[in-house]
């Protein structure tokens, strides 16, 4: 849930502004703010807060951060 937080090695790293479960997928997901060195492909996360359960860090598949993507011209 939005508002949960996010924790390695015992400390708070992060809280999750949007949380949904995919249908698809079968698998929960979220949108967080995170500390930089714990934003990486892979981190171990644990979620506390509407529930107690462990996470991975994942890149945004749909980011663009070179904005190599763009169309746009002008």
């Keep these: 849930e939005a508002g949960d937080t996010l924790w390695?090695?015992?400390k708070q790293?992060?809280?999750i502004t949007c949380a949904m479960y995919s249908r698809l997928?079968?698998?929960s997901m979220a949108i967080a703010r995170m500390e930089v060195p714990y934003a990486e492909?892979?981190?171990a996360l644990?979620?506390?807060?509407?529930?107690?359960?462990?996470?991975i860090a994942h890149s945004l598949p749909f980011d663009d951060p070179e904005k190599k993507k763009r169309t746009a011209k002008g």
């Design 41 to 43: 492909q892979g981190a």
């Design 13 to 15: 790293v992060g809280v």
């Design 46 to 55: 644990e979620v506390k807060g509407s529930l107690a359960v462990k996470a």
């Design 25 to 27: 997928s079968g698998k």
């Design 8 to 10: 390695a090695g015992g």
